[in-house]
């Protein structure tokens, strides 16, 4: 039988019926077209529940009927796990000598129903001996594929990874590779997935951020993975998986020789091919790696390494595309890096490292450099790095011949955090690629050429300027073009005359504005409410020295986080009904001449956190504890930042 006569058989049964249908586990929205076609709408009270770990799917149902199924909290799924667990006991309650244990396992579940009820159930059948319970715990991820009473959860789990695209597999194993409860940071693992290679070309309109940006939203709307923090904006700053998916990942990782986490001493000799590494325990990787010669990838997550360890697994490393360092105590660059041709990214963040040797500029395919921490000086061989995109440093200083050749650098996107000179600020306008820049120490002679090369970054969306000196030093933007793309901004100086640039009208995108010793005159509020449309961050610290701040009704309707911080003259902040009727959050530190408690945010019905920090007045604090707590009696928390 053909779609068709289904769907007019099924309109026919259905015409004079009330019904209910589920369509469980949906994966595709391409099926519901004719599907709907096949539910009769006949007015008789009839409902249609649609279940899908795809979010994608799940919005097939109007905005206000669609459910998301949250984990459950700690204490429901305790409750659950032992009504399986110990159903034989009379009271279903776990004995005291399990408690331990039951509770890494329920731990180990992180409130997912599917695994609690399968492990429960697996568990009752088992002696309640506190050894046995150990040792399941320990071999779980052996039980999870091989014990047939697990195999299902494996296989429901498997699903989900099966449909996967190939790039999109090979991206959800490798989060699987990092620390279990570890919060994975988004841009770091963009880098890493492009230095791997797991992000397709789709052409020169779409940069491979973006696309990996869209695998990134892919998987969190399978339900692989989880946004574990959100920036400023609502946009996933970091994520997790959850652990009976990592444990999956890791056995189809170990089985396709994609990659192993070496946690000693629960890991064997690395000999049977492996390409990646990520060590979690025990530094000393030679004993591991001196068999293999396929490793493209070495990710550490240890403080301890052996002095000689990079020469002790030289020759298993000469194939290397990523090696990650961070917080590893190493004091010197191994000297055969230099030789690793291959490398795509290289990480020495918050390392003990002093210096940087020149052998550097012979990583010629090098994309992304880490160098947080207490390197200073660069040498001039960093210039050779042409096809380096992103560099990240606290405080970095280029000699005046690297200076003079920065602008071989011309695929750069990220530049953070370099020191000012005469001759960098000049040579900063080669490099029209960059989207995200951090420049220290201006002096207020470099204006002029400082912001005519910035004003070539047509591209840029994040910019960070600090001066030199905040007191003697003043930013004069007189020479910056409109920068269309901006979304970020912050700025630590005295602004020309004490007042805000009118270039300030021309970033259409800002969301994020940080102002430090601006020395502004005016309340600056009624410019960056018509400036700035869509601002949902903002901090003022130490800018402004006047005595009033006023939200007027109207202002700012999608910001969600103001900090207003050590401006010494203030001594009131009005707030009008209907003004940053989006607020979110309110930090309040430092403003000691301010004594009472704003009126005004008895309006802002959608705050939830006022934060009080330090440097407050006593007056402040006792009318908060006392006639003023009725003013803000509507929100959630009220207290420490």
């Known amino acids: 039988m053909d779609c068709v006569s289904v769907v007019e058989l099924l309109q026919k049964y259905l015409q004079s019926r009330r019904y209910l249908i589920v369509l469980d586990d949906l994966w595709s929205r391409d099926s519901w077209p004719l599907l709907d076609n096949a539910f009769v709408k006949n007015n008789n009270g009839s409902r249609i529940i649609i279940t899908s770990r795809i979010q994608t799917v799940a919005s097939l149902a109007d905005a206000n009927r669609e459910i998301k199924l949250s984990l459950l909290p700690k204490e429901e799924a305790w409750t659950l796990f032992c009504r399986k667990a110990f159903a034989r006991l009379e009271d279903r309650r776990c004995p005291l000598d399990l408690k331990t244990c039951a509770e890494r396992i329920v731990d180990k579940c992180r409130g997912l129903p599917l695994a609690l009820v399968a492990l429960g159930s697996l568990l009752s059948y088992k002696e309640m001996d506190e050894h046995e319970w150990e040792l399941f715990y320990n071999q779980l991820r052996w039980q999870l594929s091989n014990n047939p009473e697990l195999s299902w959860v494996a296989s429901v789990l498997n699903l989900s990874y099966n449909d996967l695209s190939c790039n999109l597999k090979n991206c959800f194993l490798y989060c699987g590779l990092f620390p279990e409860d570890h919060h994975i940071e988004r841009k770091r693992l963009i880098r890493l997935w492009i230095a791997e290679g797991f992000i397709e070309d789709r052409g020169p309109e779409t940069t491979l951020v973006d696309v990996a940006a869209c695998y990134l939203k892919e998987l969190v709307n399978r339900s692989l993975l989880q946004v574990a923090e959100r920036n400023e904006y609502g946009r996933p700053k970091r994520f997790q998986m959850h652990d009976l998916l990592r444990e999956i990942s890791l056995s189809i990782s170990k089985k396709e020789k994609f990659a192993t986490t070496w946690d000693y001493p629960n890991t064997g000799s690395i000999c049977d091919g492996p390409r990646r590494v990520f060590v979690q325990k025990d530094g000393n990787l030679m004993q591991t790696t001196q068999s293999s010669t396929q490793i493209r990838s070495v990710v550490m997550f240890v403080v301890e390494v052996s002095p000689s360890w990079f020469k002790d697994c030289y020759t298993s490393f000469r194939l290397l595309r990523v090696l990650c360092l961070r917080h590893c105590d190493i004091q010197k660059v191994p000297d055969n890096i230099s030789n690793l041709f291959n490398l795509h990214y290289l990480d020495l963040g918050y390392t003990k490292l002093k210096e940087i040797p020149r052998s550097i500029g012979k990583l010629i395919n090098l994309q992304t450099l880490y160098l947080n921490g207490s390197v200073l000086e660069l040498p001039s061989d960093m210039t050779m790095l042409t096809k380096l995109q992103h560099l990240r440093i606290d405080v970095g200083r280029f000699g005046s011949s690297a200076s003079n050749k920065i602008g071989r650098l011309e695929h750069l996107q990220t530049l953070k955090n370099i020191e000012a000179n005469s001759c960098i600020v000049k040579k900063l306008g080669c490099l029209t690629r960059v989207r995200s820049l951090g420049i220290m120490k201006v002096l207020e002679s470099y204006?002029?050429?400082?912001?005519?090369?910035?004003?070539?970054?047509?591209?840029?969306?994040?910019?960070?300027?600090?001066?030199?000196?905040?007191?003697?030093?003043?930013?004069?933007?007189?020479?910056?073009?409109?920068?269309?793309?901006?979304?970020?901004?912050?700025?630590?100086?005295?602004?020309?005359?004490?007042?805000?640039?009118?270039?300030?009208?021309?970033?259409?995108?800002?969301?994020?504005?940080?102002?430090?010793?601006?020395?502004?005159?005016?309340?600056?509020?009624?410019?960056?409410?018509?400036?700035?449309?869509?601002?949902?961050?903002?901090?003022?610290?130490?800018?402004?020295?006047?005595?009033?701040?006023?939200?007027?009704?109207?202002w700012f309707p999608k910001l969600k986080d103001v900090y207003l911080s050590s401006m010494n003259e203030l001594k009131e902040i009005e707030i009008e009904d209907g003004a940053i009727t989006s607020l979110h959050r309110l930090e309040l530190w430092g403003l000691k001449s301010l004594t009472s408690v704003p009126q005004g945010l008895m309006y802002l019905r959608s705050l939830q956190q006022l934060c009080i920090g330090s440097r407050m007045s006593d007056e402040f604090h006792r009318r908060l504890e006392g006639c003023d707590r009725c003013i803000v009696q509507h929100i959630p928390y009220i207290g420490d930042p």
């Open 447 to 554: 204006n002029t050429d400082l912001w005519t090369s910035i004003s070539r970054m047509t591209v840029l969306t994040s910019l960070f300027v600090i001066t030199a000196d905040r007191d003697r030093d003043t930013l004069d933007l007189a020479d910056l073009k409109p920068l269309p793309y901006l979304d970020k901004l912050m700025l630590s100086g005295r602004l020309d005359k004490g007042v805000i640039p009118p270039v300030f009208g021309h970033f259409p995108k800002l969301k994020s504005l940080r102002l430090s010793f601006s020395g502004l005159h005016e309340d600056p509020l009624a410019l960056f409410s018509v400036m700035f449309r869509n601002l949902g961050h903002l901090i003022l610290y130490r800018c402004y020295d006047g005595t009033k701040l006023t939200f007027r009704a109207g």
